[in-house]
């Protein structure tokens, strides 16, 4: 089992490119989760899904930020019109139901 | 909403000395998690501790629900014991959603 797989490791937009951050959770998990960790806010959850429905989007900025799962095997985050504030790391956690999350390395988004 | 505050915020230990970290949380949380993140690294479980006592290792963790507290003790620390250590509690309850703490860094000397 290779764990929660994010691609990419790394990516570099220009701002007001588009980002499309993947996540390959664990096989068999049902609840996927979107994190974002920058230097000053922390690590700050964004959105959640379980067996592929969206559950929570609350901590999701609500312009720009979507995030979808349409199937188990992958959830995709992405972000329009990037700008330097978006810069962070992007971690994807999957949990079997009613498990603690297990994480991924982590995409690390930087926007010029 | 939930917070959580780390204490302390850095601590700089020499081998083979013990490391106590604090947890506190605003409300009665239903699961207190911690979790070790090397730098550049990924968050890594080691304890889903709700209440009392678990041990693994040189690492005992302490939930006390009631008084909105945890603690991690890291006893006999090693250089590889250095990265940043995290305490985290539900967004809400049951939700699995966690709510983080700032961290505390640790920095083990040889």
């Known amino acids: 089992n290779a764990g929660v797989i994010q691609t990419p490791r790394h990516k570099v937009t220009g701002k007001g490119q588009e980002a499309t951050l993947w996540c390959e959770p664990i096989?068999?998990?049902?609840?996927v989760f979107w994190y974002r960790q920058t230097i000053v806010q922390g690590l700050e959850f964004l959105t959640y899904f379980r067996n592929q429905a969206p559950i929570d989007d609350s901590g999701m900025p609500k312009e720009r930020f979507s995030a979808q799962m349409p199937n188990q095997s992958h959830s995709t985050l992405k972000i329009q019109s990037t700008q330097p504030q978006d810069s962070a790391v992007y971690l994807c956690?999957?949990?079997?139901?009613?498990?603690?999350?297990?994480f991924g390395e982590g995409t690390r988004l930087s926007v010029l | 909403g939930q917070q959580v505050q780390q204490s302390p915020a850095s601590l700089v230990l020499q081998e083979g000395e013990n490391a106590e970290l604090q947890c506190n949380f605003s409300s009665t949380a239903t699961r207190l998690q911690w979790f070790y993140q090397h730098p550049g690294g990924r968050l890594v479980s080691l304890f889903y501790?709700?209440?009392g006592t678990k041990h693994t290792g040189r690492l005992t963790s302490t939930t006390v629900t009631n008084e909105r507290r945890g603690s991690l003790h890291i006893s006999s620390s090693q250089t590889t014991d250095s990265g940043t250590y995290f305490c985290a509690i539900d967004r809400s309850s049951g939700s699995w959603q966690l709510i983080f703490g700032s961290g505390t860094q640790l920095t083990v000397m040889p």
């Open positions: 501790n709700p209440s």
């Open positions: 096989s068999g998990h049902s609840a």
């Open positions: 956690a999957s949990s079997p139901g009613g498990g603690a999350p297990l």
